[in-house]
């Protein structure tokens, strides 16, 4: 290039690229560490000499930012010692001098430049800093990066400019690559800054700080530096502080001086070096650093091209409440892509489920819910944690047990919420009120507001787990819950076996045409609307069964695993209810009926089935299906017709007189009949001439 065609050396910028991450942990630091500390804070940025055409010039900052100790080089990838700025109004954030401070951070590269601390770490030629207001509420994030550099009187004048295949051949190319993979081999990372020296058709490279040894009294120099710019004709940003140490440093020895804007891409497979530009100087200006005097320059533009901040708002994705429920949901909207397209999530996540019971049961169940997505989650027990319970127990551990305990509803409650804070969590100290458990006079009036409660929480929820220690707390809640059409769930344990059954779901609302034309296609199968409650097999009215128990019989004794798989399957048994297009009406499956088990699934999930029955000692699992009994004291018509009829009045006559319900629904009649058969059958036998002796018997 001619004298007369010289032109000034332009540098492209450095932009800021800020990864969400970056400010999730900055307001992490925030609350727990910085709080209303506003002086500058270590972070660390990095840029890149590998980008394609058409990227700005950038410093990337992103969550590990903060962990300045913590050394991982990443290949093509440059660190930059930076430093933050927090403060802790809006108007300390638009008061600040921002001029003091780029001028601060420019003359500590001036001040590195001077001791020599660049030659040993030329990182520090590319310093950066933030300033930054957060507003925590709203997640609104005011920032400013500044890029600092010294502005000199002195101009670098370009002599000429090529792209490094017009400057060099072939085997310099090469060699070239070699010298600095050579450095990266010793260094550990790839270099930023590096000399190089021709001989021959080949390169000869060294690091900043054996300058001396390596140039001696050289009068021509050529250095190099992993230039992030993509653009073919500007050189990036790090240059401008790497010649101020040159010009300040080496200059009065220099006559000209070459430097290599080394760009290392990969593209298709193949690495190349083309894009690097080669800028010669023939004249090196000569500069005096005082920092008094420092000009400073380096503040970014925002995103109208003008000198000034730039905000953020992260109110959406910042919240970790937010970015937890982002994440447990990501297995669930997976299970969409491919495997279960037709899935509907929310209406899982929009079921509100009432947990009756907090123990075993009650914890994995509240377990399994919240992997599927349930978002309410309510705890109903009147116990409190003990010593045993933490490792069966999953949602407890052994500070729930000491002073006493804390009431299981309680810490079930508040451990899904540790687990998960975006769980709507609630819990309830409540006894159910039980058949065969008289009412006595001075305690009616408690009685009857638990009662008016249980009404009000299942009245609330969609779905209600029954995961009672005894069998006649199960049967107010069946009660209720069948008088208000909600879906019931029951779940049981023996020692090695368990049974999870759907109670029978009897609906008020006329069946509309399409489903009895799915349900009378269906004919072979009962009908959601057929089949039985948990009391539908007992022909006796559920009593008093806590008195003259052992400990083992007080106790649910079963092997370890059973109350997890039982729990599993109980939540897994509502998920395919609420998936069916039935719901709760949908006909039940049974291992008998195997030409439909095979056929093609009317859910997403498979089957459902009315009961499951599993016997772990063999491993085996049956699905049987009962019809509703009419004389069932838990769901015949007499009873929720007598229970909507007279309210408390009936339930306090279950609770107190033992064969009222049996009395009322036909069971006594039934107990009566059958033992009249009995006799009868036995009169028919002395007809026949039996010899029975007083000696025999």
């Known amino acids: 290039m001619a004298a007369k065609d010289a032109k000034l050396l332009q540098y492209l910028p450095f932009a800021s690229a800020v990864d969400i991450g970056f400010w999730h942990k900055l307001t992490k630091n925030k609350l727990e560490h910085y709080k209303l500390d506003d002086s500058a804070q270590k972070i660390t940025g990095s840029f890149v000499n ?23 080089h990443v290949p093509r990838s440059f660190k930059c010692p930076g430093s933050i700025f927090i403060k802790n109004t809006t108007e300390e954030f638009k008061n600040c001098d921002k001029k003091l401070l780029v001028k601060d951070a420019a003359n500590k590269i001036v001040s590195d430049i001077k001791s020599g601390a660049v030659e040993k770490n030329p990182e520090l030629l590319n310093r950066f800093l933030v300033l930054t207001f957060a ?28 792209t490094i295949t017009e400057a060099c051949n072939k085997e310099e190319l090469a060699s070239l690559q070699t010298c600095y993979d050579s450095l990266n081999q010793i260094l550990g990372h790839d270099p930023s800054v590096f ?51 040159v010009a300040y440093k080496r200059g009065k020895n220099i006559k000209k001086l070459t430097v290599i804007c080394y760009r290392d891409r990969i593209r298709d497979g193949r690495r190349e070096i083309e894009h690097s ?21 380096g503040w970014e533009k925002n995103q109208r091209d003008k000198m000034g901040p730039r905000m953020v708002n992260l109110s959406s994705t910042m919240d970790p409440v937010k970015l937890a429920e982002s994440a447990v949901d990501l297995n669930l909207k997976l299970m969409r892509w491919r495997l279960v397209p037709d899935l509907n999530l929310e209406k899982i996540s929009a079921t509100k489920c009432l947990l009756l019971g907090s123990g075993t049961l009650g914890c994995n169940v509240a377990r399994s819910l919240l992997g599927w997505g349930v978002r309410t989650i309510t705890f109903v027990d009147n116990s409190k944690v003990s010593y045993s319970n933490p490792v069966r127990q999953t949602l407890f551990a052994f500070e729930d047990c000491l002073n006493g305990g804390k009431p299981k509803a309680q810490a079930a409650a508040d451990s899904l919420k ?27 009036e408690r009685i009857k507001r638990d009662v008016e409660l249980l009404e009000k929480l299942i009245e609330e929820h969609d779905a209600i787990f029954l995961l009672m220690d005894t069998r006649e707390s199960r049967w107010l809640p069946t009660v209720i819950a069948n008088s ?57 009215a559920p009593g008093n069964s806590m008195l003259d128990r052992t400990l083992d019989q007080q106790c649910t004794v079963s092997r370890p695993g059973v109350s997890m798989m039982a729990s599993a399957l109980a939540v897994e048994l509502l998920v395919s209810i609420l998936q069916h297009p039935l719901g709760p009406l949908a006909p039940a499956e049974t291992s008998a009926n195997e030409n439909h088990l095979t056929a093609e699934f009317e859910t997403p999930l498979g089957i459902i089935p009315h009961q499951l029955r599993c016997f772990l000692s063999r491993y085996h699992t049956v699905l049987p299906a009962t019809l509703a009994f009419d004389k069932c004291t838990g769901c015949s018509p007499l009873v929720i017709e007598a229970y909507e009829r007279e309210g408390f009045k ?8 033992p064969k009222y319900i049996e009395d009322m629904t036909g069971l006594t009649e039934l107990h009566n009949s059958i033992v009249d058969a009995d006799v009868e059958e036995l009169s028919d036998s002395d007809d026949d001439n039996v010899d029975v002796t007083t000696d025999d018997v």
């Open 484 to 540: 208000k059409e909600k879906i019931l769930i029951n779940a049981a344990l023996g020692f090695d076996t368990f049974m999870i059954m759907r109670h029978g779901f009897r609906t008020k609302t006329k069946p509309t045409e399409s489903s009895n034309e799915t349900l009378s296609s269906k004919s072979v199968r009962m009908c959601g609307s057929q089949l039985g409650c948990y009391f539908c097999n007992d022909v006796v």
């Open 135 to 162: 507003d925590l509420k709203k997640y609104h994030f005011y920032y400013w990066f500044a890029f600092p550099a010294v502005s000199l009187k002195e101009n670098f004048v370009v002599a000429s400019q090529k």
């Open 277 to 297: 530009l080669v800028i010669e100087f023939n004249e090196i200006p000569q500069i005096d650093l005082n920092e008094d005097e420092t000009v400073a320059i």
């Open 650 to 657: 009936f339930l306090k006559q279950a609770f107190n007189i």
């Open 195 to 245: 000399l190089l020296k021709k001989s021959s058709n080949a390169f000869l490279s060294a690091q900043l700080h054996e300058w001396d040894s390596f140039y001696q009294n050289d009068s021509e120099v050529t250095i190099g530096f992993s230039d992030p710019s993509t653009l073919s004709e500007h050189p990036g940003w790090p240059l401008r502080n790497l010649l101020t140490y």
């Open 50 to 72: 590998n980008d394609p055409n058409g990227l700005p010039c950038r410093i990337n900052v992103d969550f590990t930012a903060f962990d300045v100790e913590k050394v991982s």
């Open 418 to 444: 540790r687990i998960f804070p975006g769980v709507n969590s609630s819990a309830y100290e409540l006894s159910i009120p039980m058949p065969g458990h008289s009412v006595v006079e001075k305690d009616e």
